[in-house]
């Protein structure tokens, strides 16, 4: 279930104009503050949710390689709480303001979960229903074009929005912001046969807003429970942002992680232990935890040293092991990227927030659910990206990872 009464970590969204999408400095820059919270009550499962989320992707993708996206629809049942991060988007003229989740994982974006749509002289309803459903959560409406806007009067004209008539699992959200592959969004509308429907993404680059068709993400790692935390970039890079230059990655041919911005890598501990050979999986911004294969994870379980919780589904070590941890290394497209000790550890001053115990040491690595040979055997979500800036590159197929100043930050 999608809900941001739980961790809802702060950003600031930027859309890069400038002509050299890769350099990004002086790039003029609109921004929009959103709100971090924790909500402390109740029963808090991460993993339980990010498995249902995984699941559902990759059914989502076997049946997209299939033709027959009906077959993606699952029936899992949903977490009350996690983690998720959102940005503030205006739908009309004038603009109602609604809170979305971004999601790379997804590309339709929706309205009227929580807060109704409202209906302005740029609102036009089109002949179609809209429909997607999600590892945990569904929606179902109406299919309206309308004026986005994404701050200081920037906006999109005529883009695609669904408008909710029926939504579960998202709790005190209004909908999603889709910034996954075009082609996620193909099968969503009926009677529509249009193959895909243009994102945002698509839409900012085709009206000349941007000059690339690109969104990047800079994230940084936080124990606190309200912060300004993040950037999301369309268009182009923020050099401030990250250090080195900028590793590009294809993406993967192994289905169904190539549906996805899916890419090839492998993982190790420390100097030589393999953990993951080479093998396919996704970047994904609406995945909370770093999940591997349940093979891997089980390789992973041994060089720790960690043993399962129960409350919190997450692997658990002892001060002394934490203390002796070794860094794992992610390999992508023949650049190691170091998730060091620090970086592998949830924020120890929110273990309470996800049900865990105040002293204790979690791992932000977590199981799959399903053994490695499935074409998904990987998510580097949230907690990896918040150690590497991404960008995620619809015209080359493409994604790219750099380290920041944060790679090597000991913040949990």
Same mark, same amino acid.
């Given at each position: 279930?999608?809900?941001?009464?739980?961790?809802?970590?702060?950003?600031?969204?930027?859309?890069?104009?400038?002509?050299?999408?890769?350099?990004?400095?002086?790039?003029?820059?609109?921004?929009l503050?959103?709100?971090?919270?924790?909500?402390?009550?109740?029963?808090?499962?991460?993993?339980?949710?990010?498995?249902?989320?995984?699941?559902?992707?990759?059914?989502l993708?076997?049946?997209?390689?299939?033709?027959?996206?009906?077959?993606?629809?699952?029936?899992?049942?949903?977490?009350?709480?996690?983690v998720?991060?959102?940005?503030?988007?205006?739908?009309?003229?004038?603009?109602?303001?609604?809170?979305?989740?971004?999601d790379?994982?997804?590309?339709?974006?929706?309205v009227g979960?929580?807060?109704?749509?409202?209906?302005?002289?740029?609102?036009?309803?089109?002949?179609?229903?809209?429909?997607?459903?999600?590892?945990?959560?569904?929606?179902?409406?109406? =299919?309206?074009?309308?004026?986005?806007? @994404?701050?200081? &009067?920037? %906006?999109?004209? !005529?883009?695609?929005? +669904?408008?909710? *008539?029926r939504?579960?699992?998202?709790?005190?959200?209004?909908?999603?912001?889709?910034?996954?592959?075009?082609?996620?969004?193909?099968?969503?509308?009926?009677?529509?046969?249009?193959?895909?429907?243009?994102?945002v993404?698509?839409?900012?680059?085709?009206?000349?807003?941007?000059?690339?068709?690109?969104?990047?993400?800079?994230?940084?790692?936080?124990?606190? =429970?309200?912060?300004?935390?993040?950037? @999301?970039?369309? &268009?182009? %890079?923020?050099? !401030?942002?990250?250090? +080195?230059?900028? *590793?590009?990655?294809?993406?993967?041919?192994?289905?169904?992680?190539?549906?996805?911005?899916?890419?090839?890598?492998?993982?190790?501990?420390?100097?030589?232990?393999?953990?993951?050979?080479?093998?396919?999986?996704?970047?994904?911004?609406?995945?909370?935890?770093?999940?591997?294969?349940?093979?891997?994870?089980?390789?992973?379980?041994?060089?720790?040293?960690?043993?399962?919780?129960?409350?919190?589904?997450l692997?658990?070590?002892? %001060?002394?092991?934490?203390?002796?941890?070794?860094?794992?290394?992610?390999?992508?497209?023949g650049?190691?990227?170091?998730?060091?000790?620090?970086?592998?550890?949830?924020p120890?001053?929110?273990?309470?927030a996800?049900?865990?115990?105040?002293?204790?040491?979690?791992?932000?690595?977590?199981?799959?659910?399903?053994?490695?040979?499935?074409?998904?055997?990987?998510?580097?979500?949230?907690?990896?990206?918040?150690?590497?800036?991404?960008?995620?590159?619809?015209?080359?197929?493409?994604?790219?990872?750099?380290?920041?100043?944060?790679?090597?930050?000991?913040?949990?």
């Amino acid at each position: 279930m999608f809900s941001a009464s739980s961790l809802v970590v702060t950003l600031t969204l930027a859309l890069a104009v400038a002509a050299n999408p890769l350099f990004g400095r002086d790039q003029p820059r609109v921004t929009l503050p959103i709100a971090k919270r924790v909500n402390a009550t109740g029963t808090v499962n991460l993993l339980q949710r990010d498995q249902a989320r995984a699941k559902g992707l990759k059914r989502l993708g076997a049946a997209r390689t299939g033709g027959f996206v009906s077959d993606a629809v699952i029936s899992i049942p949903a977490t009350n709480q996690l983690v998720e991060y959102t940005v503030n988007v205006g739908v009309g003229s004038p603009a109602t303001t609604y809170e979305l989740l971004i999601d790379t994982g997804s590309s339709n974006t929706w309205v009227g979960a929580n807060k109704a749509f409202v209906k302005t002289s740029t609102s036009v309803q089109t002949k179609d229903r809209v429909s997607v459903t999600y590892g945990s959560g569904d929606f179902s409406g109406n =299919e309206f074009t309308d004026t986005v806007s @994404l701050g200081n &009067g920037l %906006t999109i004209k !005529s883009q695609s929005i +669904g408008v909710a *008539t029926r939504a579960d699992g998202f709790d005190d959200v209004d909908g999603i912001l889709g910034i996954g592959p075009v082609d996620l969004t193909t099968g969503t509308l009926n009677p529509d046969t249009r193959t895909a429907i243009p994102t945002v993404t698509d839409n900012l680059f085709s009206q000349g807003i941007i000059s690339s068709n690109l969104v990047s993400v800079s994230f940084e790692p936080t124990n606190s =429970e309200s912060i300004t935390n993040g950037e @999301l970039t369309f &268009g182009g %890079t923020d050099s !401030s942002k990250f250090t +080195g230059s900028i *590793t590009f990655a294809p993406i993967t041919r192994t289905s169904p992680a190539s549906e996805f911005w899916g890419i090839d890598q492998t993982i190790r501990f420390g100097a030589s232990t393999s953990i993951l050979s080479s093998t396919a999986g996704i970047v994904d911004t609406g995945t909370t935890l770093t999940l591997i294969a349940s093979d891997a994870l089980a390789r992973y379980q041994r060089a720790t040293g960690a043993v399962f919780d129960n409350n919190t589904g997450l692997l658990r070590l002892t %001060t002394a092991q934490f203390n002796s941890l070794q860094s794992l290394f992610f390999t992508i497209a023949g650049t190691s990227f170091e998730l060091t000790a620090n970086a592998q550890i949830w924020p120890r001053n929110l273990n309470t927030a996800i049900g865990g115990n105040a002293n204790s040491v979690y791992l932000i690595v977590g199981d799959l659910g399903s053994n490695s040979g499935e074409g998904l055997d990987f998510i580097n979500g949230m907690t990896f990206l918040e150690r590497f800036y991404s960008v995620f590159d619809t015209t080359n197929r493409r994604v790219g990872l750099a380290t920041t100043s944060f790679t090597h930050a000991t913040t949990n």
